[in-house]
């Protein structure tokens, strides 16, 4: 089935057509099942008594919100560029998949206020071996909608089906407590049993929110780009012998498909400007056929013919490498002030090593003097944006 519907979505369509199509029938199909398995529940739960089962149906139809707001951030989210948003309306997946992670803590909060209300009035519920085979369908369905899902996050990368898939997940704990409520309240006579469960489902429901949530928010904020990728952009640009190093990568995502990006190249200062400019444009080029990322290369001129000061710059940094192979300089400058030699250079070192900054700063230098006595160092630490 899967595969199936998956098939006619795509068919006769451009690959970059092809995303909106399969989040569009991630909403179209989850809402269909969440109306169905909706309105099972609730005659299930009018004909039981039992709060939990319909609980369980009011989370099904809120599920059907939550799709529609999907099938929306999908539909804002390809809308094409203009005036006021020149990169695009990628970032609206983020929003409706925000939206969708709201759905969820309103649920948990109205299933935990029931099933407290449930506690203190326990009350029977009717039992039938229907309810627990209509039940058990219900996980079925879910358990295929949570597969649909994740299979359609695969191939889209978008957030909103990763929301809806452990949604779906949810409500196969939710489905699956209230089949052990009504066996509980048959056999052992434990009514609050309806209450306690309901209770915990919208914990632990709670706490999937949460997840989602922190999922979504940090693409909001803007998130460090895969190490995959950036070492794929670097040896691009690297890639012809005119460039000598990469630093400063930045890397901006405003949705699915939509990156700018902006990098330093250090180029031999007495080559050809024209020569750099050609292998820098034709860089620039791959990058956006290859990675779809629209990026800005700037040149950084280093002297090496200036043998001296080069074997220094490479001697710096073999010594920097040696502290930690993530730390990297640039901007390597040699002057002479006042008579003596002093040496100018960037360090950059991951953000996980800001607690120690001064600390890799005084050793770095004090190695670096003790190598090229009685030049002296001055070195401006910064963070990598990768």
């Given at each position: 089935m899967t595969k199936l519907l998956i098939g006619?979505?795509?068919?006769?369509?451009e690959v970059a057509e092809q995303r909106t199509a399969l989040s569009n029938l991630s909403g179209w199909v989850c809402i269909f099942c969440n109306l169905l398995l909706g309105f099972l529940k609730i005659v299930i739960g009018s004909l039981s008594g039992a709060l939990s089962?319909?609980?369980?149906?009011?989370?099904?139809?809120?599920?059907c919100a939550s799709n529609i707001v999907s099938l929306t951030g999908t539909k804002l989210s390809n809308k094409p560029v203009d005036k006021e948003h020149p990169f695009g309306h990628g970032r609206i997946e983020y929003i409706s998949a925000l939206i969708v992670?709201?759905?969820?803590?309103?649920?948990?909060?109205?299933?935990?206020?029931?099933?407290?209300?449930?506690?203190?009035?326990?009350?029977?519920?009717q039992f039938s071996i229907w309810y627990i085979i209509a039940l058990g369908a219900a996980i079925i369905v879910k358990l295929w909608m949570a597969f649909f899902n994740l299979k359609l996050f695969k191939l889209t990368d978008n957030l909103n089906m990763k929301a809806l898939r452990q949604d779906s997940l949810n409500d196969c704990i939710a489905t699956l407590s209230t089949i052990a409520a009504l066996l509980i309240s048959?056999?052992?006579?434990?009514?609050?049993?309806?209450?306690?469960?309901?209770?915990?489902v919208s914990v632990f429901i709670l706490i999937s929110g949460i997840q989602i949530l922190k999922e979504v928010i940090s693409p909001l904020l803007g998130e460090a780009p895969s190490k995959e990728l950036t070492e794929k952009i670097k040896s691009i640009?690297?890639?012809?012998?005119?460039?000598?190093?990469?630093?400063?990568?930045?890397?901006?995502?405003?949705?699915?498909?939509?990156?700018?990006?902006?990098?330093?190249?250090?180029?031999?200062?007495?080559?050809?400007?024209?020569?750099?400019?050609?292998?820098?444009?034709?860089?620039e080029r791959r990058i956006l056929e290859e990675l779809n990322i629209i990026i800005c290369i700037h040149i950084d001129p280093i002297r090496v013919e200036d043998s001296r000061r080069f074997a220094m710059r490479k001697k710096s940094k073999e010594i920097i490498k040696s502290f930690n192979s993530d730390y990297s300089l640039h901007d390597f400058r040699l002057r002479e002030e006042s008579g003596k030699e002093h040496i100018f250079f960037d360090l950059t070192i991951p953000f996980e090593d800001n607690i120690k900054k001064e600390e890799i700063k005084n050793e770095i230098t004090k190695a670096l003097e003790k190598e090229f006595s009685p030049i002296e160092f001055t070195v401006n630490v910064e963070n990598s944006y990768i």
């Open positions: 006619f979505a795509k068919k006769n369509k089962i319909t609980a369980d149906a009011i989370n099904n139809l809120s599920d992670s709201l759905f969820i803590f309103v649920m948990s909060f109205e299933l935990a206020k029931s099933s407290i209300n449930k506690i203190i009035n326990p009350s029977a519920v048959k056999f052992l006579h434990f009514h609050r049993a309806d209450g306690i469960i309901g209770l915990g640009i690297l890639e012809d012998d005119i460039v000598l190093g990469v630093h400063d990568l930045i890397v901006h995502s405003y949705g699915a498909g939509k990156i700018i990006a902006s990098a330093d190249a250090e180029v031999n200062s007495d080559e050809d400007i024209f020569a750099i400019h050609d292998v820098i444009d034709k860089a």
